[in-house]
């Protein structure tokens, strides 16, 4: 347990290192104040991107246990939009096959934190079939590095604790990426430790990922 310890707290010496030089850390601005509202959107106004964000939900809950029983949340970033202009109909096989979007689900059991990108705030959230939803804007984070209002974030830091339950059962399986390797926390170690860092050794617990491309044709693809 002890090497346990020492490669969670190397684990976590190294995303700080990480979020000084990340691109959507919020840095350290002189007078900066909070401004934005992280907002609910329906994804049912998206019907490819709702559509692809069931399925996901459904193939990960049959093949987690764990998350289908409720634990853990989904997240969608790395959102990327290449609509083609205006297409005149000699060139519709051309062009039936070119990408007109991509972006990335991932399962996640990361608490929210401003202290990396790993744990960063969402631009807005959603709910689909009960499970909380986070989506990312990228192009907004990286040109502004905006400060989301403290409400807004007590909001969604509330809703991510909420799927994250689990992880203080004492029957609780942890996963260490690290080591490639399961665990259980005794229960002399969970009462020398805080619920945080309970949350932070369980962050890796349920992290799976697909990426979504979708074609000028409608037709869709995947890539782990």
Not at 53 to 80: C, H, M, N, P
Request: charged letters at 25%; one cysteine or more; proline letters at 4%.
């Amino acid at each position: 347990m002890k090497n346990l310890f020492l490669t969670s707290i190397l684990a976590l010496l190294c995303l700080s290192a990480w979020a000084q030089e990340d691109p959507y850390h919020p840095g350290k601005i002189i007078n900066r104040t909070d401004s934005l509202e992280i907002h609910f959107i329906d994804l049912r106004t998206n019907p490819l991107l709702y559509r692809e964000v069931r399925k996901f939900i459904q193939e990960r809950s049959d093949s987690s246990a764990l998350f289908g029983k409720g634990y853990g949340f989904v997240t969608i970033d790395r959102i990327k939009l290449a609509l083609p202009g205006p297409i005149s109909l000699q060139q519709l096989d051309t062009h039936a096959k070119e990408v007109v979007a991509t972006f990335t689900l991932t399962t996640s059991s990361y608490p929210l934190s401003d202290k990396s990108s790993l744990t960063r705030f969402p631009s807005y959230y959603s709910l689909v079939d009960g499970r909380v939803v986070l989506v990312y804007n990228e192009l907004l984070e990286w040109t502004t590095r905006p400060l989301y209002t403290h409400a807004s974030r007590n909001k969604i830091e509330n809703l991510v604790l909420n799927t994250l339950q689990k992880a203080f059962d004492p029957d609780f399986v942890i996963y260490d990426p690290f080591k490639v390797a399961s665990y259980r926390l005794s229960e002399r170690q969970r009462k020398s430790i805080s619920k945080r860092e309970i949350l932070d050794l369980a962050s890796f617990t349920v992290s799976d990922s697909k990426t979504v491309t979708a074609h000028f044709d409608g037709s869709v693809a995947y890539s782990n």
